[in-house]
């Protein structure tokens, strides 16, 4: 039973994953990213997400692991902490408040008890570098107030700083400006580039720096597409430069490699450069990653690299500039027009994607199945270039096919349009084209849906558009002499007075087809295409439009401009009640009656569930969202919830989600942030806590009842202990962390007993040869040998030693186990 906790609004996957740069664990086996309000470990060899680290309120702005231990992790946030993680069991080992929003981090190998954060203090423009020393403490939490200023007027981004030379100096940039900050001399120099508004210097702005690891040597990534290689800036005056230019577009990010022999480089090339020994000569590349590489990452070990993508994608490289991972993260297209549907088959969530393509994205693991090719043309990155848009796509209910339809409009007269049929193929498990409409509509289509009823034998399509009509598409057989084949035709075209069509939608059973004309519903009866009735209230165009469904598909809904919620009987034919409500998405639960509508006010947007039989509202909540609400969908439940209370009974069988003006992905939950957080090394001390891992096999609850066992059954001599366990937690204690370790004395009588076996602990053959023996002493009329095995399979291993010692002293049983050892082999050969 679940709860009664108030709903609040939670991410839910989908966040940023190429925010800021990604970090390597010391052994190269887990990469880190920060994702929204959450820190996730990846594994670099399987790609999966190992561990996710709760435990930050507001946005998580860095990530670095610590340098004095290389089992643990530092992050920071817009909430004030500093968190330090055990990232191998996801346990928060310690949170440091500082105070201040936090908007980048950099942890430095000499600094033994700091780390260096980027702050604003005053203008929410100016930055600062600052040092902040983290106490030592026993207690879970500690204000850590002890901030040392190190470099004023930086960039925000932590791109443009960078420690050098094993931490002797830092390298901050922004706008046309170098400041190098000397920890041992306490001297700031500063180096400025030419910011002339002419052609040869418009472009010299800083995007980001690289610091040579062992080296006085500081690279600098500039909007021009150049890199320049800084020496000698010890003196203000003597400094020189050296320029390396490829990119033909600002340069994203720069990286050394751990020697310091090669420079990584990347833009919106999608290509990474690989500089060796700094020159122009000597490059390598790693072309066609897919879209423009935001950052770049070394390894500590020196064998892998990272790019994160502004596709939320980050690739895992061999030192050889072989790709050997990819980790996709929920796409955010420019403008997703096709709004969020939900595969029947996968129970996926899809939407627009990289440009031209469908995602797939489980909402389950937060990561991406994979990706529909739609437009199939090669996308050419340009911004003065119109592109094909993919505006429109609609499933079937059983998922068999897809309609999508993609668009290109150069000049007013000028619009391409292209309507496509996917059918889904078993045997590749994905989709495949099976129609091509060009030009189904004159001009822009407003809307399509599928006929959605179980019942319905023939697959239907409807689409509306501008042009003042509505076709329905129905799928005929087009075979032939030579192949046997299907494809889709129009059978009927519909019109209100050249009105032009907004919405369409189905009723439940299929039966009745509802089109709005801008002000005007008009019903349809589906099999002869008749107009049954219209609804015309004069309240502005019709926004949205849906049916009622199961208990409520008498009822039809529409939503207008004018910022009216209509709601029509179609049994009486006339308007059951109409409310004053600025509706911006309107979606029906496919699994009840329930209607959940987003409405816009002047502070936010506002939840509205309610049934369409019944005037008051099943629940309310006020600023869902700050910002406008684009989207929303409901997503049925593999296993139902159990909401006592009337007011969440909306969310037991389907999962509310939306998506936002800035594509945040959100839903409802009624979890506190208590029952969402890892176990904390304060839980980890107690018995209930303690993670179903190797260890809890060692120090469970339940190894203390098989104890207990052994203690109450002294009699009993046959004891079967689960080696199956056993196993896997000796060989895991070895390669466990010792922090996270109980102490060696109360340990090591658990562990030696886990070592032991019982000595009256028979092995799986002398049990049926016991039995045989016991069969023949009660019947010489006993089964066949396989017969009675099979039968000793089904009983309990611990009830059946129980009866055999019920039979057999200890005497007689050790005569049994000297007779079982004499060789009788010299019995063949007579």
């Given amino acids: 039973m679940e709860e009664e906790e108030s709903l609040r609004v939670v991410r839910c996957g989908g966040s940023e994953l190429n925010f800021r740069r990604a970090v390597f664990s010391a052994d190269s086996k887990y990469i880190f990213c920060v994702s929204g309000d959450f820190v996730k470990v990846y594994s670099t060899a399987t790609e999966e997400c190992v561990h996710i680290l709760h435990g930050h309120s507001k946005l998580v702005t860095g990530v670095q692991p610590n340098p004095n231990n290389h089992l643990q992790l530092y992050s920071c946030s817009l909430d004030g902490t500093i968190k330090l993680w055990d990232y191998l069991d996801g346990i928060l080992i310690k949170t440091f408040v500082v105070g201040h929003k936090l908007h980048a981090l950099f942890t430095v190998a000499h600094a033994e008890d700091s780390v260096f954060v980027t702050i604003n203090k005053e203008k929410p423009d100016v930055f600062q570098l600052v040092s902040v020393k983290l106490p030592k403490s026993s207690s879970q939490e500690i204000e850590a107030k002890e901030v040392s200023f190190v470099l004023d007027y930086i960039n925000q981004s932590p791109k443009c700083i960078a420690f050098g030379n094993e931490g002797e100096y830092v390298a901050a940039a922004r706008d046309f400006y170098l400041s190098v900050y000397f920890f041992k ?248 084209l099976n129609t091509r409409v060009g030009m189904p509509h004159e001009d822009h289509i407003t809307a399509l849906c599928f006929c959605k009823a179980e019942k319905s034998e023939n697959p239907t399509l409807v689409t509306a558009s501008k042009d003042g009509h509505f ?165 049925p439940r593999d296993v139902p919830e159990s909401f006592t209370s009337e007011a969440y009974q909306w969310l037991n069988r389907s999962q509310f989600y939306f998506l936002t003006k800035s594509q945040s992905l959100l839903t409802f939950s009624a979890k506190s942030p208590e029952e969402k957080l890892t176990p904390t090394s304060k839980q980890l001390l107690a018995e209930e806590s303690l993670p179903t891992t190797p260890f809890y096999f060692i120090l469970g609850k339940h190894r203390q009842q098989q104890d207990e066992t052994l203690n109450d059954s002294s009699g009993n001599e046959l004891v079967q202990l689960p080696l199956t366990e056993n196993i896997p937690a000796i060989s895991e204690l070895l390669h466990t962390p010792a922090h996270v370790l109980p102490s060696a004395s109360f340990l090591c009588s658990m562990f030696i007993n886990s070592l032991l076996l019982s000595k009256e602990t028979k092995s799986a053959e002398e049990i049926p040869d016991d039995v045989d023996m016991e069969e023949e002493r009660k019947s010489d009329d006993s089964d066949e040998e396989n017969d009675f095995t099979e039968k000793i399979q089904d009983t309990d291993t611990i009830d059946l030693g129980e009866d055999i010692l019920h039979q057999l002293s200890k005497s007689e049983e050790k005569e049994l186990r000297k007779l079982r050892k004499v060789d009788y082999s010299w019995i063949a050969a007579l």
């Fill in 185 to 432: 001399k306490k001297t700031t120099s500063r180096f400025t580039l030419s910011s002339s508004k002419n052609k040869k210097h418009a472009k010299n702005d800083f995007t980001c720096v690289a610091c040579h690891p062992k080296e006085d040597c500081i690279a600098s990534g500039h909007r021009d597409g150049k890199i320049r290689l800084w020496r000698n800036f010890d003196d203000d005056k003597k400094y020189t430069y050296t320029c390396l230019h490829w990119h033909h577009d600002m340069v994203m990010d720069l990286a050394f490699s751990v020697t310091g022999t090669s420079l990584l480089s990347g833009g919106r090339e999608s290509v990474l450069v690989e500089w060796r020994d700094a020159t122009e000569k000597n490059k390598e590349f790693l072309p066609r990653l897919g879209a423009t590489i935001e950052h770049i990452s070394v390894s500590p070990a020196g064998d892998l690299f990272c790019t994160s993508h502004s596709d939320n994608k980050i690739i895992v490289i061999h030192r050889n500039l072989e790709a050997s991972a990819i980790i996709q993260g929920l796409v955010k297209d420019r403008n997703i027009f096709t709004g969020l549907l939900i595969d029947p088959r996968t129970s996926a969530l899809v939407l627009n994607g990289k440009p031209g393509h469908l995602q797939f994205y489980s909402l389950q693991s937060d990561k991406q199945l994979y990706n529909l090719d739609i437009i199939q043309q090669e996308y050419i990155n340009d911004s003065d270039l119109i592109q094909i848009e993919l505006t429109k796509a609609a499933f079937d209910c059983q998922g068999n096919w897809l309609a999508t339809v993609e668009q290109r409009q150069e000049k007013e007269t000028e619009l391409e349009l292209q309507m496509k049929l996917w059918a889904y193929n078993k045997k590749t498990q994905g989709f495949v």
């Fill in 471 to 635: 076709k329905v598409w129905i799928l005929t057989d087009d075979s032939d002499i030579y192949r046997k084949a299907f494809g889709w035709t129009c059978d009927f075209v519909g019109s209100y007075h050249k009105y032009q069509a907004t919405n369409c939608c189905f009723s439940e059973d299929g039966s009745l087809l509802a089109v709005s004309f801008e002000e005007i519903v008009t019903i349809w009866d589906s099999e002869t295409w008749e107009l049954k009735c219209t609804f015309c209230q004069r309240a502005g165009k019709i926004r949205h439009l849906c049916f009622g469904r199961l208990t409520c598909s008498k009822y039809l809904l529409g939503a207008t401009e004018n910022d009216f919620l209509c709601c029509w009987n179609l049994l009486s034919c006339e308007l059951e009640w109409s409310t004053k409500l600025n509706v911006k998405v309107m979606e029906t639960d496919p699994n009840s009656e329930n209607i959940a509508a987003i409405a816009q006010s002047s502070v936010g947007s506002d939840l509205f569930v309610f049934k369409p039989s019944e005037p008051r509202p099943l629940y309310i909540q006020k600023t869902i969202s700050r910002e406008e609400v684009h989207w929303g969908v409901f997503v």
